[in-house]
């Protein structure tokens, strides 16, 4: 059975450092995973996504995610926080044949101090 | 205009009231999702439709109930309301043969009294 593990529920960094957001993941099989963000009384936004072309994924908004099967890790990164980045931010796994369905994480609430 | 509608937005109600949350979307997809979020524990699959004539029961669909009345309209009831339901609610989409990238609305926030 596949399921992702959020390692942080809280992160708290400065304007202008970089950002850290832990996922492990775990899987028998290739996995789709994706990284989700809501921001305060807003749906979730798509990030970016895995789907096995380059383990290097870039998203939006300058985030990029590298998949590390050897680590069972999708992390998230940013180089530089901005204030706008004040969110939660969910590690998704799509479950394997089961057409679609998706199992999120806990969540990770990130802070962004000026 | 958002491709992906909930209405209500915010709704208030009262234990044993029957409530219908409708999610309605322009974006053509065949599939059609609806989660609840809790704090501290992510989004948890209720029911979801991969068809208007498809429709399975997700992780935690005990007091709920669904509808599929079109390719565009998936509602949620909830019989008989009670305090534990009390959540965020979020409807999503996708296409079939897709990357399983899904597509959320804005939320529904029920508060059962």
């Known amino acids: 059975a596949q399921s992702v593990t959020q390692l942080d529920s809280h992160v708290s960094v400065s304007e202008g450092t970089p950002v850290l957001l832990r996922c492990n993941y775990s899987?028998?099989?290739?996995?789709?995973l994706f990284w989700y963000v809501q921001h305060p009384n807003k749906g979730l936004q798509l990030l970016l996504k895995?789907?096995?072309?380059?383990?290097l994924v870039k998203g939006i908004n300058g985030f990029e995610a590298e998949f590390k099967k050897s680590e069972t890790s999708f992390h998230l990164t940013k180089p530089s926080a901005h204030m706008s980045d004040a969110a939660e931010y969910f590690c998704?796994?799509?479950?394997?044949?089961?057409?679609?369905?998706?199992?999120f994480g806990q969540g990770t609430e990130l802070s962004v101090k000026p | 205009d958002a491709d992906v509608t909930q209405t209500p937005r915010n709704r208030i109600t009262k234990t044993g009231k029957r409530i219908m949350l409708e999610c309605s979307q322009t974006?053509?997809?065949?599939?059609m999702y609806w989660y609840r979020q809790d704090p501290g524990l992510g989004l948890r699959l209720i029911y979801y439709?991969?068809?208007?004539?498809?429709?399975n029961k997700g992780e935690i669909s005990d007091g709920y109930s669904v509808s599929r009345q079109a390719q565009a309209k998936f509602s949620l009831s909830l019989e008989s309301a009670i305090p534990n339901q009390t959540a965020l609610y979020f409807c999503?989409?996708?296409?079939?043969?897709?990357?399983?990238?899904?597509?959320f609305g804005p939320g529904t926030r029920l508060t059962v009294l």
């Open positions: 999503a989409t996708s296409e079939t043969g897709g990357t399983d990238t899904q597509y």
């Open positions: 899987s028998s099989y290739s996995p789709s």
């Open positions: 895995y789907t096995s072309a380059a383990t």
């Open positions: 998704v796994v799509s479950v394997y044949n089961q057409g679609g369905k998706l199992i």
């Open positions: 974006k053509g997809h065949d599939r």
């Open positions: 439709s991969f068809d208007v004539k498809d429709i």
